[in-house]
């Protein structure tokens, strides 16, 4: 009964560096999502999107590219790293009834 | 875009006391409600929900929350607090659109001490 798998859990990367993150959901949801969370600020959406082969902005997009190629996965990347997107990134999948999320995966930008 | 106030930050309460945790919303047509408890180092468990009908909506662990269309709020609360329910607590909102996006408020912690 996985749900919503993350990975990876924990990244650290440099300045300028790229990276992507993978979120898999299987749950046969249509809509998925990337948040980031920082302390004292709740989730804030990054990106989202309504099926595959679509995405949308969110209340934070600058510096992050999604892609949605598969229903089932959900791909977050940066292409230039800044310390300011040290965070905490959560994927979620999403019926009426609410977003299911994964565990999380810890970014520290240095 | 909505917006959610969750009103305190900090929550410390003793073990079998009660508890209420309070969120606000901007006001809308029409909302659907949402309350998810993080425990540390984990995602975020969907604790209960409003999507229409009665305004008292139980959750799971004990949890209800009620919704106030007039005051634009939908609190929590527990009667009897254990050790193990100290966690982020937090309130989202969804706007009724077909996107079912969420924004959520900036999380209350609580702590339950014995």
């Known amino acids: 009964n996985a749900g919503v798998t993350q990975t990876p859990k924990f990244r650290v990367l440099k300045t300028g560096q790229s990276m992507t993150l993978l979120c898999a959901q299987d749950m046969n949801h249509e809509y998925m999502y990337w948040y980031r969370q920082d302390p004292g600020m709740g989730l804030r959406l990054i990106h989202y999107s309504v099926g595959e082969g679509t995405t949308a902005k969110g209340e934070v997009p600058d510096g992050y590219n999604v892609s949605r190629l598969k229903k089932q996965n959900f791909l977050l990347g940066l292409e230039s790293a800044a310390p300011s997107q040290t965070s905490v990134y959560f994927c979620?999948?999403?019926?009426?009834?609410?977003?299911?999320f994964g565990n999380g995966t810890r970014l520290t930008v240095t | 875009a909505q917006s959610v106030t969750q009103l305190d930050s900090q929550v410390p309460v003793f073990e079998e006391a009660p508890v209420e945790l309070r969120c606000n919303y901007s006001s809308s047509v029409s909302v659907y409600l949402f309350w998810y408890v993080q425990y540390p180092n984990q995602g975020l468990q969907l604790l209960l929900k409003?999507?229409?009908?009665?305004?008292l909506v139980k959750g799971i662990n004990g949890f209800e929350a009620e919704f106030n269309k007039s005051q634009t709020s939908f609190h929590l609360r527990k009667p009897s607090v254990h050790i193990s329910d100290t966690a982020e607590y937090f309130c989202?909102?969804?706007?009724?659109?077909?996107?079912?996006?969420?924004?959520f408020g900036a999380g209350t912690t609580v702590t339950v001490r014995a």
């Open positions: 979620a999948s999403s019926t009426a009834g609410g977003l299911h």
């Open positions: 989202a909102v969804s706007d009724g659109s077909n996107d079912y996006k969420l924004s």
């Open positions: 409003y999507l229409s009908g009665s305004t």
